[in-house]
Structures are given as C-alpha cells and as structure tokens.
C-alpha cells in the first residue's frame, strides 16, 4: 500500500492514522462517519501552468470569438485568444468577467451534450509542458491513497473549487470516485420536458474557501474524517477534518514549485500540525506510469 | 425476499426487472449506473393525516407564537395554534406565508441544534391516528425492497420534497439510507468561523415535480435506473427511470385511501406501464412490528 510513497513522516501518519480509526479500539470509527473529502486541481492533479479546466473554458471562449467577432475585444474572450497570461493570472481582479463568460460558454447545454464536449477535450488536448493527456497528469501516489481510503471503508469525494460537471465526466475512470461523489462548482438547471438545461447562475456559490464546508454540507450531511488540499482555498474544508493533508509543491524537477496562494494554507498546517506531503520528498514517483483513460465512454 | 409481499403482478416486474438488469444478458447494466430514487411521504412512509415533517413544523410554529403573542393572528401561526385543517389542506394557495414561516422556524439553527430538535420530536411525537412514534409508519414492503436493491448493487437515494436534513436524522436507522443519499428541499448555509447557520433562503428551490430530475442530477449526476413514488409532484422523476414504481393508496382498512394530488400519475402510470403497487392487494403486511429506532442517537 501507498507503494508510490517514500517511507517518511507524511506516510507514517497516513498509516498511522488508518490504523486508529479503523481497529477495534477507544479510537474506531463507526464506518458510517468514514468520510474523505479531496481537493482536485493542485491535490489530485496538476494544476500548472493552469488547471485543466481553466484550459478547457479558455479553448472555448477563443472557439466563440472566431464565430462572433464581436467579441474579439471584450474580456474574457480578448484574453482567451491572446492567451494573455498576465490578465489570466490576476482572476481574483477579473471575477464578473470570468463568471458572465463562464456562463455564456454553456447556458442552454444539457448535461448529455456538455459531457460529449468534455470527452472530446481530453481527447485531443494535451498538458502544455508535459505533452501527455490531462488525464495522465494525475499523481498516482494520490490514487493509491484514494484506493486505501476505500479499502478502510471511507466513501471518498472529491471538493473541489472547480466545476463539478467537468470533474464527474473523469472522476470514475481516472480516481474510481462515483459522480454524486464529486463536489464542485456547479450551475442551475433547468427541466423541460424531460430534459435538463443549464442556467447562466450557479447553485450555492462557488466551492472554494468558505464554500467548501458548507457545499460539503450540502451534499454529505456530516463533515469530512480526512481531508486533503493544497492551497488557502482548501482552509476552512481542512480545518473541518480530524486529520488533514497539504500537499507542498516543492519539486520544481518532476512537477512545479511553489507557494502562491497556498501561503494561509502552509501556515496553519504548521500552526495546527496538518501533515505536509513534500511533493519532492514524500513520493517516489508523481505520475502514474501506466495509461490512464480518461476519454473513453 | 420481499417477504412482505403478496406474490402477484407488482412483485414478479420488480423481481424480473431486478433479474434483468443484473444477470448476465443483453439487459445487464453495469453497477455505477444503478441508482435508484424513492419518494419519501408516502412512498416510503405514511403522509396521512399529515407528513410527519408538516406536524414537527406546526408545533414550532405554535411554540413561537405562544412565546411571541404578537405572531398569534399572523399566518402560519394562527393556522398552527388552531390546528386548522381546511386552510393547511389547502396550502398550495398559501405558499409565500408557508415559506416564510418555514424560513422564520430556523433561519440562524446549526445543523447540530436542528438534529437534537428533530430527535427530540422523534422521541416525544406518535402518530395522530396509529398511536405510534412517526418512525413506526414506515412501510415495512419498502424497506424490504431497499434491502433487495442494495443486495443487487444498487445505491438507493431518497428524492423528496420534504426537507433534507430533517430526514437526514432518520433516513440511516430507519430505512439504512446514508444521509448523503437523501435528496430534498433544502435551505441555504452560511460559514462562520468554523460553524454553518441556517439561511432563510431555499438552495435549489423546492425538490417537487419537475425539481426532481434537477435535484437528482445534481446529487447523483446521473438519471435513476429504478424510481418510486406516489404522487404527482413524481412524475417526472418516475418519467426520467427505467422502471417506475407507484404506490397506490387503496387501503383504507389498515392505512389510507386516497387519490387526491395522485390523478396524474395514476392516469401517466396507466398511460406508460408503469408498476402500481396496490397497498390493499400486494402488501401482506403495511407496517414493521418490530421496533424502528430513529430517535437514539
């Protein structure tokens, strides 16, 4: 178990922690209370130079522009075709922006032609550096966690800022998490005769920082045992958990270095004694290895 | 199996559709797409002479306004105090003043504090007619086909219009339906500081009718293999599965019968083929006799 795992303090306290609640013992927890919430983008994949998604949404923002001139010079579209990394990188600046091309880009989708468009991204795209499949991107010592977790009888889900009907078209075949196990960023819908249809406004708001907790909420009904993240936005859904996971990205050789905003996140772990996984430390292999299949029905 | 059930024609197509979609075969549907959604009052309990949440609610409203006199001669609470049963039957016509006092009843509650008053109703309230806890008039046939369904590697969701987290409190030791598998109305959430408050305002509006298939979807992400209900706010749900139950209460000596909010899925089921389960005819038995323990903690 955890065989991509270095054997150092962040392993031993996985273990060690499994062990606890799961033996006979003043520590057990009943089986119903075994639950894991993952962060994604950052946690479970790469997030460098930019999530997947953010890739995804910026293809089809610059696809809208070249059939709609009009829009070559309104943002975000002007960014998206420009790929204009100094605008993109300072979201937190641009958030109406952001959310109104969000919801232009898939208002009026169902649910069965958004996943068709999903399938077909990670089909043709590849990550920017590594010159794989997003879906091979994944860190197989994470896998293997998720694959421990479930063997000590957690349901594991994912809690993610990101949205969550991208996520649920590759939970299953790339983590083996369930759609209604994924917790994300979502839009309304809408019922006509027998169809669904996206609205332009989200449900509940976006699930990140504070969001967390409460999305979670919302879809578990009782807080997380385990939880593992790696930036400020995965705080409050860390602090919530009985044993929480940061993972550090410090391996600027297999993956990326850095701490932009995952400073509040690395401060409480140390302040609180969260377990840190040293990207460059804890795991002995980061991809995984074997192909993963992301696209396929 | 079904042991509560008389064998006639509702139970032979639950049993043939079971063996269908889980034998090997052409009909075989693999494991992650079996879901199945169940209405709640009446469906899996009994909603006569009121759902069991309508009365919890009714006495927090008379317990308001008996410490708050000037509510007295305001609706709902005037309604609450006097118990009266012509303006509660007809509340389709007084939705805004049932929403408000549903928003005024626990706006600002933790879910902590909202499970402890819900216990307490469980532990304290029976059934106005029956004489027994509320938890005691679940139908003993369904659990025995939860039961069925989880042995067939189903993952059985509640989808009710009722509220979430009130039957959140029940739904594991009553029907063994993990609380992250009950769908319903639901209020918003705020985080502060490490706890979550109760807002007056509705997430997704109400889980009823053509708010089915919207809320399953975005609970579970996928549409319902199997689905049961018994009501008109079920036809689209029952629409959107592959087998459709219905429940027809026809049973007047050992429970209720009535078709009142049930002609149009009457009339659909007919239309359709779907199942309709004849309380009177296919139930051997309508209530458990053992003990159900919902108020213990």
Redesign the interface.
Same mark, same amino acid.
């Given at each position: 178990m955890l065989q991509s795992w270095n054997d150092g303090p962040a392993r031993q306290a996985v273990l060690e922690f499994l062990r606890t609640v799961t033996d006979d013992g003043p520590g057990r927890v009943v089986a119903?209370d075994r #639950?894991a919430t993952f962060d994604n983008d950052g946690t479970l994949w790469c997030e460098q130079p930019l999530p997947p998604q953010f890739d995804f949404v910026l293809r089809r923002w610059a696809a809208t522009a070249a059939a709609d001139p009009s829009k070559r010079y309104v943002e975000p579209y002007r960014a998206a075709i420009e790929r204009d990394g100094e605008w993109l990188r300072d979201y937190e600046h641009h958030v109406p922006e952001l959310l109104q091309g969000m919801a232009e880009a898939f208002t009026g989708t169902t &649910?069965e032609r958004f996943e068709e468009i999903v399938r077909r991204f990670f089909a043709e795209v590849s990550h920017p550096d590594l010159g794989v499949p997003y879906e091979q991107v994944c860190y197989q010592p994470m896998r293997e966690l998720l694959d421990l977790l479930a063997g000590h009888e957690f349901?594991v889900f994912i809690a993610s800022g990101g949205g969550r009907?991208f996520m649920?078209v590759i939970s299953?075949p790339v983590y083996g998490i369930?759609? *209604?196990r994924?917790i994300g960023t979502?839009p309304?819908? *809408?019922?006509r005769d027998?169809l669904?249809y996206r609205l332009p406004t989200l449900? $509940?708001g976006v699930d990140d920082g &504070? $969001?967390k &907790? #409460?999305h979670i909420?919302?879809?578990? $009904?009782?807080p997380p045992l385990f939880a593992a993240g790696n930036a400020d936005g995965d705080v *409050?859904m860390l602090?919530?958990a009985r044993f929480a996971l940061l993972v550090h990205h410090d391996d600027a050789k297999r993956e990326y270095a850095y701490d932009a905003k995952a400073e509040r996140a690395l401060a409480t772990a140390a302040r609180d004694g969260w377990t840190v996984v040293s990207m460059r430390d804890d795991w002995a292999t980061v991809f995984p290895t074997a192909p993963v299949e992301a696209a396929a029905t």
């Open positions: 119903a #639950v &649910p349901r009907d649920r299953e369930l759609r *209604e994924v979502a309304d819908y *809408e019922y027998g669904l449900l $509940g &504070p $969001g &907790p #409460v909420f919302h879809q578990i $009904g009782r *409050e602090r919530s």
